[in-house]
């Protein structure tokens, strides 16, 4: 369900607004201070500010996961990587 969200604001929004409101919710959660542990996507870190707001951070510790393309492809499930080509699909029509 979150998928089919994440496809309708792309395809009524763009992608600019998704990264600006991410960039948004993003600098709020880490504004807070609370213990948690935050999954970033890899488009968040690549979008504007986000990497600095993460590394420049002294309360956060991160760190990254690095694999190849094929592997990410091998774990991703058809659904998945049917939402993954619908999103570039949109990206190249706009």
């Known amino acids: 369900m979150k998928e089919c969200l994440l496809i309708k604001i792309f395809e009524s929004k763009g992608e600019i ?12 959660i880490l504004e807070e201070r609370t213990k948690i542990v ?6 968040t870190p690549c979008y ?7 590394l420049n951070n002294k309360n956060i510790e991160s760190f990254y996961l690095k694999t190849t393309i094929p592997e990410l492809l091998k774990r991703l ?3 998945k990587i049917i939402d993954l080509l619908l999103v570039i699909l949109i990206k190249m029509k706009n």
């Open 48 to 54: 504007g500010k986000n990497l600095d707001l993460v």
């Open 17 to 28: 607004y998704f990264r600006k409101k991410e960039a948004q919710y993003l600098k709020e």
């Open 38 to 43: 935050l999954s970033l996507g890899g488009g």
């Open 77 to 79: 499930n058809p659904k």
